[in-house]
């Protein structure tokens, strides 16, 4: 079946660092791939999602290219600041029996300091 | 007003007892769903609804069982609850679900713990 790899937890980052959170995903034909971030205390929410191979989505300065030729769908952001501290989830969305359902990452923690 | 809501937001019962989770939405979405979250698992999918007719077990539906009481209501419940079933829960909703591009839109989430 499908799945989704994210790389382990923690990262903690000081603001105006880089950063990258790794995903790599396992699934047959073409699904769509999302980041999804949930802030404490909050449920989730959607930051960006790519429907096909070497589109990319971006949103609030982050950004995420879909790689088919690699499976993965990495994280980026240029300069993270505290407010970005949150869990983040890699999904992805398959067609057939599975259509419409998301199938999750572990989730990444992610700690900005001042 | 929140669009997704969850009911209770915080729970704390004792083994072999009942539990109902419940969920409303305004978003006027068909697509339900209820997913639990285990620290270092992610979110699994425990039961999800494509209309109200429509109700279909998730990946770890084995102690729950669900009720689609209208369009907006999406309820969870644990018959006999275990401390395994200690976990946060959450309640998303969708769209009809013509593209695999919809997005989900989460619930603030219920925080059940089992002793």
């Known amino acids: 079946g499908d799945s989704v790899t994210q790389m382990e937890g923690p990262v903690t980052l000081s603001e105006e660092a880089f950063l990258t959170i790794n995903c790599t995903y396992t699934a047959t034909g073409y699904p769509s791939l999302f980041w999804y971030v949930q802030y404490p205390g909050e449920g989730l929410q959607l930051l960006l999602k790519?429907?096909?191979?070497?589109d990319k989505g971006s949103n609030k300065g982050f950004e995420a290219t879909y790689r088919k030729e690699t499976t993965s769908f990495h994280l980026e952001k240029g300069s993270v600041q505290v407010s970005d501290s949150a869990v983040y989830f890699c999904a992805l969305s398959n067609g057939g029996t599975s259509y419409g359902k998301l199938t999750f990452g572990q989730g990444t923690i992610l700690t900005v300091h001042p | 007003d929140a669009d997704v809501t969850q009911t209770p937001r915080n729970r704390i019962t004792k083994t072999g007892k009942r539990i109902m989770l419940e969920c409303s939405q305004t978003?006027?979405?068909?697509?339900m769903y209820w997913y639990r979250q285990d620290p270092g698992l992610g979110l699994r999918l425990i039961y999800y609804?494509?209309?109200?007719?429509?109700?279909n077990k998730g990946e770890i539906s084995d102690g729950y069982s669900v009720s689609r009481q209208a369009q907006a209501k999406f309820s969870l419940s644990l018959e006999s609850a275990i401390p395994n079933q200690t976990a946060l829960y959450f309640c998303a909703t969708s769209d009809s679900g013509l593209t695999l591009t919809d997005t989900q839109y989460f619930g603030p989430g219920t925080r059940l713990t089992v002793l």
């Open positions: 790519a429907t096909k191979a070497d």
């Open positions: 609804s494509f209309d109200v007719k429509d109700i």
């Open positions: 978003k006027g979405h068909d697509r």
